[in-house]
């Protein structure tokens, strides 16, 4: 399946009039984009809406992530 764009008709060709704007699918018109159309860009198509955004990573990840103590020795040493 192929995009639907949007292109500027530089000469008359069927029903579109010179200078008018047409959407059509890129295979179905490249045979005429360099003598009949001027590609514009994508067709702005209303089915598809803008993708949501993820939210933004912290600054730091690790901050708060260990308790203060964390190093600190637990209980008596092991040593003999």
């Known amino acids: ?9 530089v000469r008359e060709h069927g029903d579109f009039a010179e200078g008018s704007i047409r959407e059509a699918e890129e295979l ?3 045979h005429l984009v360099p003598v ?3 590609l514009i860009g994508p067709a702005d198509s209303e089915e ?3 993708a949501a955004k993820s939210e933004p990573t912290p600054q730091n990840k690790a901050e708060n992530a260990a308790p203060a103590n964390k190093a600190a020795p637990k209980g008596k040493s092991k040593a003999k």
């Open 1 to 9: 399946m192929s995009k639907l764009m949007k292109y500027r008709v």
């Open 28 to 30: 179905a018109v490249a």
């Open 36 to 38: 009949s159309l001027e």
């Open 48 to 50: 598809e809406e803008p």
